[in-house]
């Protein structure tokens, strides 16, 4: 089966710098996502790691480990507008088409000044 | 570039009733996913169109079904509506061997069943 934990909230404060973990076990994996959802809004794409290693992004940076079903986001020179749910994904191949998307409960991040 | 969007935003139904959503994809996107996000939950996996055919589907019952016309948009059917249906369904386009399988989320629709 699948499964995939991050935590359920965390809280950081403005300027700092914040880690979010992302556990899965899955069959058929080809890439992990991280995508940011503001409440009441559609998830926007983040990131995307298919190769281990860390993939950095202005102050967003996401880690991937396919050995030990592990990923991190991290997120630097935190801003208010940062505070949002993220969401960890895990892409399987699926017939001729990309992979669907499993995803996990979300991490909401309450960013504080 | 039109991006992903839903109709209608909101709605509320009854029990036993059906429900038809829409979804138009973004531009050149021929591929459609469908999510159903439960309050506080992460979006669960309902079913995916491709060249207007089922490529895949979630742990869903039968009642929940869809459609995806020439254009590429979309459609999903939910019959027989029960109280847990009630949540926020997400419609994703995306572009087959892409990149990276990025989806482009619309902004959903909020189902509300009494």
């Known amino acids: 089966g699948q499964n995939i934990d991050q935590p359920t909230e965390m809280t950081a404060t403005e300027g700092a710098i914040v880690q979010i973990n992302c556990t899965y076990q899955t069959s058929g994996f080809n890439g992990l996502f991280w995508y940011q959802q503001h409440a009441g809004e559609a998830p926007t794409f983040l990131s995307y790691?298919?190769?281990?290693g860390l993939e950095e992004k202005g102050r967003f940076s996401s880690f991937l480990s396919r050995s030990k079903g592990y990923s991190y986001l991290l997120l630097k020179e935190l801003q208010m507008k940062d505070s949002a749910s993220y969401l960890c994904a895990v892409s399987r191949k699926y017939g001729g088409s990309q992979g669907n998307l499993i995803f996990g409960k979300g991490t909401k991040l309450s960013v504080k000044p | 570039e039109t991006g992903v969007t839903q109709s209608p935003t909101h709605l509320i139904k009854t029990r036993g009733q059906q429900v038809t959503l829409r979804c138009s994809s973004q531009s050149g996107h021929n591929t459609v996913s469908w999510y159903q996000q439960a309050l506080g939950q992460g979006p669960q996996f309902i079913f995916q169109y491709y060249r207007e055919e089922e490529n895949g589907r979630g742990n869903f019952p039968p009642r929940f079904s869809g459609l995806q016309f020439p254009n590429y948009s979309s459609e999903l059917n939910v019959n027989a509506l029960e109280l847990d249906d009630s949540a926020l369904y997400l419609c994703?386009?995306?572009?087959?061997?892409?990149?990276?399988?990025?989806?482009?989320f619309g902004e959903g629709s909020r189902l509300t069943v009494l």
């Open positions: 994703a386009s995306s572009l087959p061997g892409g990149n990276t399988g990025e989806l482009f």
């Open positions: 790691n298919v190769l281990d």
